[in-house]
């Protein structure tokens, strides 16, 4: 596999970090590094023990590396960030694929069916040093050229410049962030699926209905202030308690932001799905005679609620009693180790009370672990809504032998920064790897998820006729509501 991707898609980031564990998996390789850097795998232990203020700017510094040079936007080409995940894929038939939103319960899902997925959206950080993170106004004005150049050179796509000084405020001192998202189907991504897939496969679409209120700034490009995560939209836009306080701990002279007034709304720029794909998407499948069935809801943690109901089911079903629960973050997965140690996956979107409720909601609507481990991604900020380690240790009281974070040291979150190289290192601490089930067969798992898709919101469409499809599930309130 090709650990080294061209310059322009940041390997920290969601999608990258998903499209490697599960590649990785499905080649039987545990995916232990999010970076992919030794280097910097050696060093970030080190930075724990740095002094606070000297962490985080070395931990804004270390990411920089990946950030495009303002003068070279112009040359970021998004086929060649296609072409990079495609070929991460090992060279098989597969009996389906999934193309859209980026999604840990996806990526359980297609380990389980033991197929790939490829990620509508990617990051491309631009190297931007000296910007105030809390002026907004500021950051819009200063992207634009940027923004043009990305949209210019790549007409296939739709540029999202992401500013969330909330959960960004490390990165946002050297970097930019502007997310494209594929409107048209790749070459790359067109021709893995044409190799791959056989008459009568699937290709399943990941809509995420979530969306954010936007300014537009030009045809296909757009700027969103803020993002998800534990503050709300209203606390982005107007302020309140918890921003004054948030501002007051970084020594910011003022009470609230002053964003550009938004005027409209457009799919969230890290996980909202760009319906403009599914042409192509339709068009391909029609033409090899693969079946084609939307996934669709308005969270992203409905689909990974539905991921750990299907693993619980499948493992009951194989007379396994699924007593162990794996609770994921962010870009820290372990897709092989579920499998390998019949580990129930259950993946929260980050270390915020949004993602604390929803494990606290499924822990609450099934039979009690008798163990779990979690991990916790750190960003390096205290920002709104960040949900306090304790709380995070009540939910693990919650198993009803142990429960252990996995990687994570308690003393130094959301500033745990080795956390990034530890969190695979713990997994022996819940069993011994096994070999992996074999692939959950297609129509066993297509039961599976019709059965269970309505209790988590999640709608199922499938172009195979009317007995094909699922009855239309009410669509799940998002974070942005």
């Not at 021709?191 to 791959?196: D, N």
């Amino acid at each position: 596999m090709n650990t080294h991707p061209p310059q322009g898609i940041a390997r920290f980031d969601s999608a990258a970090g998903m499209v490697q564990a599960l590649a990785l998996c499905l080649q039987g390789q545990p995916f232990d590094s999010p970076s992919q850097s030794p280097l910097l795998d050696r060093l970030m232990p080190l930075a724990n023990h740095l002094p606070e203020r000297v962490r985080d700017v070395a931990y804004a510094l270390g990411a920089l590396g990946e950030a495009v040079p303002r003068q070279r936007a112009a040359e970021m080409r998004a086929e060649a960030i296609a072409a990079w995940i495609a070929g991460l894929f090992p060279e098989r038939h597969y009996p389906a694929a999934f193309v859209g939103s980026s999604n840990g319960g996806i990526v359980h899902l297609a380990a389980a069916l033991g197929c790939p997925w490829l990620p509508q959206t990617y990051l491309c950080p631009i190297r931007r040093i000296g910007l105030d993170p809390d002026d907004p106004k500021r950051a819009l004005e200063d992207g634009l050229p940027v923004a043009e150049a990305l949209a210019a050179g790549n007409p296939e796509v739709s540029v999202h410049h992401m500013h969330d000084p909330n959960q960004d405020r490390l990165m946002l001192h050297t970097m930019a962030y502007h997310r494209l998202k594929f409107r048209r189907l790749p070459p790359a991504y067109r021709r893995l699926l044409e190799r791959s897939l056989t008459p009568g496969a699937t290709l399943y679409v990941v809509e995420c209905g979530t969306s954010w209120p936007v300014t537009r700034t030009a045809e296909r490009c757009s700027f969103q202030f803020g993002a998800v995560g534990g503050a709300t939209v209203e606390e982005y836009f107007t302020g309140g308690p918890r921003v004054r306080a948030y501002l007051a701990r970084y020594g910011v002279h003022r009470e609230r932001w002053d964003p550009p007034a938004p005027d409209g709304e457009a799919p969230e720029a890290e996980w909202g799905f760009e319906p403009a794909l599914l042409a192509d998407l339709e068009a391909l499948a029609a033409g090899h005679g693969w079946r084609l069935v939307r996934l669709r809801f308005g969270d992203g943690e409905d689909m990974s609620l539905l991921a750990a109901d299907l693993y619980r089911s499948w493992y009951r079903a194989l007379g396994l009693e699924p007593s162990r629960l794996l609770v994921e973050s962010f870009v820290l997965m372990a897709p092989l180790a579920a499998l390998q140690r019949r580990l129930v996956p259950l993946w929260l979107l980050f270390n915020t009370e949004p993602s604390a409720r929803s494990l606290r909601r499924w822990l609450d609507e099934g039979p009690a672990f008798d163990e779990i481990g979690q991990m916790l991604f750190s960003h390096g900020t205290e920002g709104v809504g960040v949900t306090p380690i304790e709380t995070w240790r009540a939910l693990l009281g919650r198993a009803r032998r142990r429960g252990l974070f996995l990687g994570v040291d308690e003393a130094r979150y959301p500033r745990d920064f080795a956390t990034f190289v530890r969190f695979h290192r713990d997994l022996d601490r819940l069993g011994a790897e096994q070999d992996p089930p074999q692939p959950l067969a297609p129509d066993r798992f297509e039961a599976l998820l019709r059965a269970l898709a309505g209790r988590r919101g999640v709608q199922v469409d499938a172009s195979d006729g009317p007995e094909g499809r699922c009855p239309a599930a009410r669509r799940a309130p998002t974070r942005a509501d």
